[in-house]
């Protein structure tokens, strides 16, 4: 077995089978390892995922789940068992005193969003507004920060398997893959708390869920964009706490759903 970190994914042999023939050769597949999130000695969630950008995962999973802000993490350390991976995650006292009175064990197949929640109120939480902004985007530039994205999935380039959450900021400034959506999106959060950077808009290769306008809105960012449709009720919480949710969108086209005063329509003409 390929050591944990050392490559996020492996080769495989396979037989291809098409019109008439069979042909024998490799193929790339992206590891998937549970991944523990621990804090301060006890496992919080785990969740299966690829084994990279963990310190970003750690930061972003604190983030966008409500258990801790950046300047509350003390410490992360990435711990190889012979089950997985364990990132243990120590926080000061104020954080650790919050999260006791919300514990609640998270396990499901790759990264699933809302997998051991054990309340509806939970699953559906009231989130902040996100702040007041001032960015705006051009169509030409939501188009363009979606045909950005695949240059920064090498991930997906070598295994087909893979999603992407990125971040535009007049270019993609930052970009992280993961086999699970919500991973990624974690990922990417917690490298952005981490760094200085300007306003800017979220890129997902995924659908729009409510868990996924979720962890924007913790993010506090105002506009995300999807290249597959939103649900109903994801529109409705992006609608509430003041996120532009910009969906199917390509290259040369997207539907916009919510908050659309922040598409400068000044190049686009409105039917």
Known sequence: MQPFGQSPF???????FGAGAI???????PEEVAVALSYNGSTQAVMMATPADLQDFAYGFSLTEGIAKPQEIQSVEVVETPHG??????????????????RRTMAGPVGCGLCGIDSLEEAMRVMPAVA????????????????????????????????????????????????????ALDKLAGHLVRTSHKDG???????VSIDMV????????????AVSAPTAQAVKLADDVGITVIALARPDRFDAYTH???ISKETAHVA
């Open 10 to 16: 492996r080769m495989a042999s396979r037989l291809s």
């Open 23 to 29: 042909a024998q050769g490799q193929r790339a597949l």
């Open 85 to 102: 991976l364990d990132v243990q995650i120590w926080l000061d006292p104020a954080a650790e005193a919050r999260l006791s009175k919300r």
């Open 132 to 183: 007041a902004s001032s960015f705006r985007m051009t169509p030409a530039e939501i188009m363009a920060a979606v045909a950005a994205l695949p240059a920064a999935q090498p991930l997906h380039d070598a295994t087909r398997a893979a999603h992407a959450a990125g971040f535009w900021s007049g270019t993609l400034v930052a970009a992280r893959e993961d086999v699970g959506r919500h991973n």
């Open 201 to 207: 808009a979220v890129v997902l290769t995924s659908r």
């Open 214 to 225: 979720q962890k924007v809105a913790a993010l506090g960012v105002p506009i995300m964009i």
């Open 260 to 262: 659309t005063d922040r």
